[in-house]
C-alpha cells in the first residue's frame, strides 16, 4: 500500500458487538481522518484526528492515534446492520499539507 | 449535504476513444482530487488541485490528464482508453485550511468506467 495499511481487512461482527478496525501508517503525519464507503458510492467522512491528540469520539465512534507505533484504532460500538460498509484510514503527511493517502480499507459486515 | 457531481456515473467505451469524466462543485472549494478506485480495493491519488491554474499529478502513475480554469470544474481526461484504465473515479472537494490542517473531503459518487 502507498501509505496505509488496514487490519483485519474484512470483519464480521453479530448485531450489537463492538467493531475494531486498525490502521498502520508509514511517514508522519500532520493528521489521520476515517472515511466510510457502503458499496459502489463515494466515501463520507466520519471523524478526523490531529497529530498532538491521542483519542477523539464522536456519537457511536471512538478514534484513537499512538504517533509513536504510527497506527490507529476506529471502535464502533454497539454495532448496527446499516454499519455494514467498508472503512478507510486516510493520511495527511507531513511534507505536503494538501496530500490525502488513503489506506487499503477494512469491509465490515454487521449479521442481524 | 455534499454538493459534488460527477458525470456521467457509468461509460462503457471502446479502445482508442478519448474521454472526459467530469466533476463539479458548489461549495467553493479550493482544493480538488481525483482518486481511482478497483472494486473493493484502496483508492489512489492520481490527481490533485490547489486552486486555479494549478494541478499536481498523484502518487500513481496515470496516463490521464487534469486542468483547472475554474474553481468549480475539474474534470478529468483520456486521450486514448485502453482495458487498463477500467475502474472507478473517484473525484473529492475540500476547503483551503492555512497550516497543517486538512479539510475533510466531500466524495462524488463515482463514475464507472469499462474499455473494452
Known amino acids: 500500500s502507498q501509505q496505509g495499511e488496514e487490519d483485519p481487512q474484512a470483519l464480521s461482527i453479530q448485531e450489537g458487538e463492538n467493531a475494531t478496525m486498525n490502521c498502520s501508517y508509514k511517514?508522519?503525519?500532520?493528521?489521520l481522518q476515517w472515511y466510510r464507503q457502503n458499496s459502489g458510492r463515494g466515501l463520507v467522512h466520519l471523524i478526523l484526528?490531529?497529530?498532538?491528540?491521542r483519542e477523539k469520539h464522536s456519537g457511536r465512534l471512538r478514534v484513537t492515534l499512538d504517533t509513536s507505533k504510527k497506527s490507529s484504532s476506529l471502535l464502533i460500538t454497539a454495532s448496527r446492520a446499516a454499519d455494514t460498509a467498508s472503512y478507510f484510514c486516510?493520511?495527511?503527511?507531513?511534507?505536503?499539507?494538501?496530500?490525502?493517502?488513503f489506506g487499503s480499507g477494512t469491509r465490515l459486515s454487521i449479521r442481524p | 449535504e455534499a454538493d459534488i457531481y460527477q458525470t456521467p456515473r457509468y461509460l462503457v467505451i471502446g479502445t482508442g476513444k478519448k474521454i472526459t469524466l467530469e466533476c463539479s462543485q458548489t461549495?467553493?472549494?479550493?482544493?480538488m482530487y481525483w482518486y481511482q478506485q478497483d472494486p473493493g480495493m484502496e483508492l489512489h491519488l492520481i490527481h490533485y488541485?490547489?486552486?486555479?491554474?494549478?494541478?499536481e499529478k498523484g502518487d500513481l502513475s496515470s496516463e490521464s490528464t487534469v486542468s483547472r480554469i475554474r474553481t468549480e470544474h475539474f474534470p478529468l481526461t483520456l486521450e486514448s482508453a485502453r482495458p487498463s484504465h477500467t475502474s472507478q473515479y473517484l473525484c473529492?472537494?475540500?476547503?483551503?485550511?492555512?497550516?497543517?490542517?486538512?479539510?475533510?473531503?466531500?466524495f462524488g459518487e463515482g463514475s464507472r468506467l469499462t474499455v473494452l
Open positions: 473529492a472537494s475540500s476547503e483551503f485550511k492555512p497550516g497543517p490542517d486538512t479539510g475533510e473531503l466531500f
Open positions: 511517514t508522519s503525519i500532520n493528521n
Open positions: 484526528i490531529r497529530s498532538n491528540e
Open positions: 486516510a493520511t495527511t503527511p507531513y511534507s505536503s499539507a494538501s496530500k490525502i493517502i
Open positions: 461549495m467553493g472549494h479550493d482544493k
Open positions: 488541485s490547489y486552486g486555479v491554474n494549478s494541478t
